[in-house]
């Protein structure tokens, strides 16, 4: 029955939400922080000394400030109340990288809402305002170390405005995520060669293909593209070298062709090796080992590869 | 949005500045200048131009300030070194400002000071300033707090903001003053003695009461409930000064603690004193009274001098019955007779011949005061502040010589005189008069009205009130010092105040001083058991006091946060209602949106049907897109709302 009643005590796992969440008192938790207790002992010191001094004045401001403290109180649970949170996209990043989550903050009504920020036992977000009747965007920054789909977990949205005497916060877990790339391999190899000539000659030279011009730089580009003499002539943007397809067949990445022999690692090698082709504006082909995603070049393409490829091995 | 620092800075110095001002006078000077030093090179330094202080110089200020405090002060322990050394070191505090953390450390700092002002004054127009500066701390507090909260460090919203929490904390604040029971006592100590007043005292040389004519100071105010007394009738009785020396009046100390023996006459009067603090024990009163109060403790002599048990340290209030009329002590012990008639050998031969020619002649006492009030009467005695000194016989010198004098020389003559004619008598000291403020129907006793009298003791009637002042200057009575003076003399507050226009003004003034005095200041444990019983007897006791608090707070915080969390009505379908109020305008043109239309097709339809307006069309059609489906934001709701308002198609085409 209690369970019923307040689903949202912090000790207690919090359901995965979904749909828009919108914060009311049941799921809003509010605590003095540190400087409020700060100030409660202030108080306190200042009602022991009207008593022992026996002014009336020192009891009625000590008495005041007392009474701005718990209106303040109210203030803080008002400033979030009635918000209306819904989930972002965070956009795709390679492990390593620091993913950013995106959550709308939607002000319906009431008066605008200040320094509302979030908080994650790995990271906590910039505070931000949010004017009545708008959206702010809230972002929590956090690192991924690990490909796949990884989802934040529980974190909090909390504010202490006004006076910073206490803290109200709701404790959310969203049904989002973000999808983790494998990292990409330090190095560029060349791409390999076809399969039938595995083993013998494992390091193909894209330099074979013919120089197709240049284009500008992006990052993950592997240096040794980048064309420097035209940089030196004066370009201010970096530039890369591109390649027509070495071979009319196409290229195939596959899984059993990276030199490494761990997993991950070469995972990282397929990955270099997709994001330099799409580079390269090649036609490409993966091989994993229970997918095989067929030869074909472009934006969409270099997407689904690298879903794949931060997925494989995932049920 | 980033925060300026120059900013947040001002949003605490500002509200130090305001608390800190008031301390201004009674800091050292290098104190408060080192202050605003730190200050100005606080914002100067977050203005950008210059680094701060390098934390070398941070350190050696520090260290100096810390020393150079307990220098000025000898002490930092109490009141004045104490919080002299925290105002230093907030001032050193302000160069290290960056943390949201410091500045709500100093804002607080600032709380703790604000408070701790009211040790040394509580003036209405004290308590005032304070508001202010409590509403300047509340919005850096805000400020502070929110640093990248744009609008809100906008100065008018942060204050606009603070004044409403301050004025939503009121009522809590208000019950809790009244409802928090009082205690009895101090917990510990108290505090430091305040600088000795001018006041009365145990001993009247020539010329005492002549100083403390001078000073505006108030000494108590008084207001009589049923029959008004005349101003005559208002001899406030202080010290009663047995013992002379030849030139001052001592002693005091009533001749026994027991209880007068006196008959009342007559009809009481009913009167409630609010005395100013004045550091010595006298309880002033008038005539006899009926019974004396529970507080203050006191005792009331034989010669009617009521002496409290401690030094009057606050401002107290007490309420009497006492009798104008009254027959004191008809019969006279030996002891006290032969001091009231004590006099020192060998001083002013001429006054005790004078004296001594009186007796001689007359029939009794009474035709010696006779006597000797005609003596004052008919010769020409001049009421001055400005008596000329008075050599070793000053009875005499006073008598036959100068002639000029001020109330004390008239008593100390006239007991003199009486004494070396074998009349008993003494002097007694207090105020006369007073003035009677009208709108708050009470008398207002200042220094100006202090008065010594006398008092000889007759057959049959006993200790009876003679004041030769009047004799001499028969309108001191009625009309007050300042009447009864040479005008180039009078007090210098009062002839600049007593202009007629000016008058209405001052004592309004007093009155609304009064009521605070009562009502806020000495809303002491009795005044609190005494105003809550007249409410209801239950609130009077401890347990009935914090219930009451409990329920009422309890009950103020609901209804507030009924009112600040009420839930707020949801502001999305504007968005519908401002495209609604389109499609109305374009339906009266003929153009009805089919119920089964997209908005972006009726748009197309509605611009071929009407060139002329397709602008406008698609201009909201886009904005009402974008807020439903796209990535729009709130804001822009306005915007739809203003284009949809301004949307007057007119009925044909141009």
């Known amino acids: 029955m209690a369970a019923r009643a307040l689903p949202h005590l912090p000790w207690r796992k919090p359901r995965i939400e979904s749909g828009p969440v919108r914060l009311t ?206 940089v030196a002539r004066g370009g201010r943007d970096l530039v890369t070298k591109q390649f027509a397809g070495g071979s009319l067949h196409g290229l195939w990445l596959d899984w059993r062709l990276a030199p490494e022999r761990d997993t991950e690692a070469r995972l990282s090698r397929l990955t270099r090796w997709v994001l330099d082709a799409h580079a390269a504006g090649l036609a490409f082909g993966l091989r994993l080992p229970n997918r095989e995603i067929p030869l074909q070049a472009g934006g969409a393409h270099l997407r689904t590869c690298l879903e794949a490829l931060a997925r494989e091995g995932a049920a | 949005m980033t925060s300026n620092p120059f900013r947040q800075r001002l949003w605490v110095v500002v509200p130090l500045v305001l608390v800190l001002a008031p301390y201004a006078s009674r800091l050292p000077l290098w104190l408060s200048l080192a202050w605003l030093a730190c200050a100005g090179l606080s914002l100067y330094a977050a203005s950008g131009r210059r680094p701060a202080l390098g934390r070398a110089g941070k350190l050696l200020l520090t260290l100096g300030g810390v020393a150079a405090v307990p220098l000025q002060y000898g002490t930092v322990i109490g009141p004045a070194g104490g919080v002299a050394l925290l105002i230093f070191l907030s001032g050193a505090k302000l160069l290290e400002l960056d943390a949201a953390r410091d500045r709500m450390g100093l804002l607080f700092v600032g709380v703790f000071l604000l408070v701790a002002h ?60 009244l409802l928090f029971p009082r205690l009895h006592g101090p917990l510990w100590g108290l505090p430091q003695q305040v600088a000795g007043r001018s006041g009365l005292s145990e001993h009247m040389a020539p010329g005492d009461i002549s100083q403390l004519i001078l000073s505006d100071e108030l000494a108590f105010r008084a207001e009589f409930s049923g029959a008004r007394p005349d101003s005559r009738q208002l ?25 007068p023996d006196a008959v009342a006459e007559g009809r009481p009067l009913r009167y409630a004193v609010t005395l100013e603090p004045h550091q010595q024990r006298w309880l002033f009163l008038l005539g006899l009274p009926s019974r004396l109060p529970d507080t203050p403790r006191g005792t009331l002599g034989s010669d009617l001098q009521w002496l409290a048990a401690e030094p009057v340290r606050e401002r107290l209030r007490y309420e009497l019955e006492s009798y104008p009329e009254y027959r004191l002590e008809p019969r006279l012990e030996a002891a006290p007779r032969t001091r009231a008639l004590a006099l020192p050998p060998g001083t002013d031969p001429r006054a005790r011949e004078l004296a001594r020619s009186w007796r001689r002649a007359a029939p009794d006492d009474a035709a010696i005061v006779g006597q000797a009030l005609d003596l004052f ?102 009309r007050g010092v300042g009447a009864a003076l040479p005008a180039s003399e009078g007090p210098a507050g009062m002839r600049v105040l007593e202009g007629a226009w000016l008058r209405p003004l001052r004592l309004g003034w007093d009155l609304v001083n009064t009521r605070w005095n009562q009502w806020v200041l000495g809303y002491n444990r009795e005044r609190q058991r005494q105003f809550l019983a007249s409410l209801n007897p239950l609130l009077a006791s401890l347990q009935g006091m914090v219930t009451a608090l409990t329920v009422a707070a309890g009950a103020t915080v609901l209804l507030l946060s009924l009112r600040l969390l009420k839930r707020q009505p949801l502001r999305q379908d504007r968005i519908s209602r401002a495209y609604a109020r389109f499609c109305r305008r374009l339906a009266k043109l003929g153009l009805e949106r089919n119920p089964a239309e997209g908005a972006e097709s009726f748009a197309q339809r509605a611009a071929r ?12 059609t886009g904005l009402y897109v974008a807020l439903r489906y796209g990535p729009a934001q709130f804001s822009d709701a306005h915007r739809l709302e203003t284009a949809v308002r301004t949307f007057r198609p007119p009925r044909r085409a141009r």
């Open chain 2, 118 to 177: 009211f040790l040394d004054a509580q003036q209405l127009a004290t308590a005032a300033y304070m508001v202010l500066a409590a509403l300047g701390l509340v919005a850096g507090l805000v400020a502070s707090h929110a640093p990248l909260a744009g609008e809100a460090a906008a100065p008018r919203r942060a204050l606009v903001l603070a004044g409403q929490m301050l004025l939503q904390a009121l009522p809590l604040a208000l019950l809790l003053f």
């Open chain 1, 25 to 230: 008192a049941r799921r809003l938790y509010i605590l003095p922080t540190k400087a409020g207790l700060v100030f409660g002992l202030l108080l306190l010191g200042l009602l022991v000394g009207a008593m022992n001094y026996g002014v009336s004045l020192a009891y009625l401001f000590t008495f005041w400030f007392a009474g701005l403290a718990v209106v303040g109180m109210l203030h803080t649970q008002r400033n979030l109340s009635g918000l209306v949170l819904r989930a972002g996209a965070a956009p795709p990043v390679f492990a390593g990288e620091t993913a950013a989550f995106s959550l709308h903050v939607d002000n319906p009504g009431g008066p605008a809402r200040h320094g509302v920020a979030l908080h994650h036992p790995l990271g906590r977000g910039e505070a931000r305002d949010i004017p009545a009747g708008a959206t702010g965007t809230l972002e929590l920054r956090l690192p991924q170390v690990r490909r796949g789909w990884h989802a934040p977990g529980r974190f909090s949205l909390f504010s202490t405005f006004p006076l910073g005497l206490f803290r109200c916060w709701c404790v959310l877990e969203l049904d989002w995520g973000v999808l983790v790339y494998p990292a990409p391999a330090a190095d560029a190899l060349p791409f390999p060669l076809a399969e039938t000539d595995q083993g013998d000659d494992p390091a193909p030279r894209i330099e074979g293909a013919e120089f197709a011009g240049l284009r500008g730089y992006q990052p993950g580009d592997p240096p040794r593209r980048i064309a420097w003499k035209a």
């Open chain 2, 235 to 259: 001899y406030w009785r202080g010290p009663v000064l047995w013992d002379y020396d030849g030139r001052a009046w001592h002693g005091a100390t009533p001749a026994s603690a027991s209880p």
């Open chain 2, 377 to 478: 009467r008919r010769q020409s005695f001049a009421y001055t502040l400005n008596p000329p000194l008075l050599g070793d016989s000053a009875v005499d010198d006073f008598l036959f010589a100068s002639r000029r004098g001020f109330c004390e020389h008239f008593a100390s003559a006239f007991v003199f005189l009486m004494r070396a004619a074998g009349v008993p008598a003494r002097v007694v000291t207090g105020y006369q008069g007073g003035e009677l403020n009208r709108f708050g129907d009470y008398w207002i006793v200042r220094g100006r009205d202090a008065h010594a009298w006398a008092e000889v003791w007759l057959e049959n009637r006993g200790w009876v009130r003679v004041d030769p002042t009047t004799a001499a200057v028969p309108g001191r009575a009625e």
């Open chain 2, 609 to 620: 049907a009407r060139p002329d307006l397709a602008g406008k069309i698609r201009a909201i």
